[in-house]
């Protein structure tokens, strides 16, 4: 059995949130994946992210680092939780990766 460490798991789900903004076929198909995984209410907050880093919104430069922060800590709350969801949001997570490398390479 693979032990996951939890935070890693939320890091990495968060920064490839915060990088598939721009794409919208795999940022609705993440939040699809993760409203499904997650609940509505975090369907609901990713777009809450999509219009913060929209480029149209005035944004610092560090919005990104923000966004990505809020969603790290969204999600290792929800981990203390709901343990059992690590290993479907770490698959999700390497799925979803490959797709977004695939689509900018």
Known sequence: ?????????????????????????????LGTELGALLGPDHAGSLQDTRQR??????????AAAVEAGRWRVRLEDLLRTRPEIAEPLRSLSVIASGLHRNRIG
Do not use: C, G
């Not at 880093?53 to 560090?62: E, F, G, S």
């Open 53 to 62: 880093l929209q480029p149209w919104a005035r944004t610092t430069p560090d």
């Open 1 to 29: 059995m693979q032990v996951l460490h939890h935070p890693r798991v939320a890091w990495d789900m968060a920064r490839l949130i915060v990088a598939s903004v721009p794409d919208d076929e795999l940022f609705d198909w």
